[in-house]
């Protein structure tokens, strides 16, 4: 099945810095997705990108398919940034979510 | 408009028991999934359902089975249960089946069995 891989597994910033999550998979699909789970627990959906690039206030996402990777942007990171970040694509018949990024923003 | 409702937050079950976990889709949505998250595995695949059809099942025993209504609303059941079915289960909706659209996670039901 299709493989996910997220770097890095952990992440400590001051509050303030900007940072890059990736998110390498095996085979060229169209349907990923980044979430992030904040310490409660909450998925939240933070983008549906297939391809090209999508920006959301200080978090933007970019996916190349066709080169099997994609880069999730936080830029002016804030205390309610930490948590985990997860890209997940729908592989031959099921959902594939990476292990994470662990994101420690500290003030 | 509301969100997905998974009901209830919490359970405690013993061995052998079974359980049934309730999730309530977004309006319109008919595409509902379910995920177990446990430290050790991560975030694992259980089926989808859409139109009340089981679209793709995740690699988990016969013990694990769902249905979804003609409400779109959806049961997820663990029948006897073992000590690593321990987990947090999540379910989502979508507009689309097969993650063709953004998927929308209800608060998660976390199962203790002892």
């Known amino acids: 099945g299709i493989q996910v891989e997220q770097s890095p597994p952990d992440l400590i910033l001051q509050e303030g810095a900007n940072s890059t999550l990736r998110c390498n998979f095996s085979d060229s699909v169209n349907n990923l997705q980044w979430f992030h789970q904040n310490p409660w627990g909450q998925l939240i959906n933070l983008f549906y990108?297939?391809?090209g690039t999508k920006q959301n206030g200080r978090l933007s996402a970019t996916t190349v398919a066709t080169e099997r990777y994609s880069l999730l942007y936080i830029s002016s990171s804030q205390t309610t940034d930490s948590g985990v970040y997860f890209c997940a694509l729908k592989g031959n018949n099921d959902m594939r979510f990476g292990a994470g990024t662990r994101l420690t923003v500290k003030p | 408009k509301a969100g997905v409702t998974q009901t209830p937050r919490y359970l405690i079950k013993t061995r052998g028991q079974q359980v049934t976990l309730s999730c309530s889709p977004i309006?319109?949505?008919?595409?509902v999934s379910w995920y177990q998250q446990t430290p050790g595995q991560g975030l694992q695949f259980l089926f989808e359902?859409?139109?009340?059809?089981?679209?793709n099942k995740g690699n988990f025993p016969g013990r694990f089975s769902g249905r979804q209504f003609s409400n779109s609303r959806s049961e997820m059941n663990v029948s006897t249960l073992e000590l690593g079915d321990s987990a947090l289960y999540l379910c989502?909706?979508?507009?689309?089946?097969?993650?063709?659209?953004?998927?929308?996670f209800g608060n998660g039901t976390r199962l203790t069995v002892t």
């Open positions: 990108i297939p391809s």
């Open positions: 989502a909706s979508s507009a689309a089946h097969g993650g063709y659209s953004p998927l929308h």
């Open positions: 309006s319109g949505h008919r595409s």
């Open positions: 359902y859409f139109s009340e059809t089981q679209r």
